[in-house]
């Protein structure tokens, strides 16, 4: 019995000591079906904020909901990028596009189907959110959302911003 809590430690400091640090290379698929370069998604200088998400996810559209209603003031707040990657697989991803458009949200979309960049960077539940910093260097990840959430995303966004 005292083996098992040790395990999830260890295993947990695993992923910790060598989760992804910066995005994998690989394609993702924009809404209009057109292959997206993974390392093309950073724009030099700038911050990125990535949000792995579904539309079956309940969480997942609440936090982008929310950051929707808040994007454009944190735009003027701050240079950077907001990409919410979809991981609904080939069966779902056809209404990925009504969707969002449907929702409004003005932030860059895309398709990860197969996972793989979920996969490549360590994430096992939607909603998960990290923000890189202009290198492309992971700083900040969030499993999960709870409403107020998206508040300690700016707060970590611009301490990023300002390194």
């Excluded at 792995?52 to 929707?68: G, K």
């Excluded at 919410?84 to 449907?102: E, M, N, P």
């Amino acid at each position: 019995m005292r083996k098992f809590p040790l395990i999830i430690f260890f295993l947990t400091l695993y992923q910790l000591c060598f989760a992804q640090t910066s995005l994998p290379p690989g394609y993702l698929k924009s809404l209009s079906g057109k292959e997206v370069k993974i390392l093309d998604v950073i724009s030099p200088g700038k911050p990125i904020v990535i949000s792995f998400w579904a539309t079956w996810c309940n969480p997942c559209v609440e936090e982008l909901e929310a950051v929707a209603h808040l994007y454009e003031t944190w735009q003027g707040e701050i240079d950077f990028e907001f990409v919410a990657i979809s991981i609904d697989d080939s069966r779902s991803a056809a209404k990925v596009k009504s969707f969002v458009q449907g929702k409004g949200w003005t932030f860059k979309v895309l398709l990860d189907q197969n996972q793989d960049a979920m996969k490549a960077m360590n994430v096992s539940l939607v909603p998960f959110t990290f923000i890189l910093n202009s290198a492309g260097v992971v700083k900040y990840r969030h499993s999960g959302y709870i409403n107020g959430d998206e508040q300690t995303l700016f707060k970590e966004l611009k301490k990023i911003s300002n390194e």
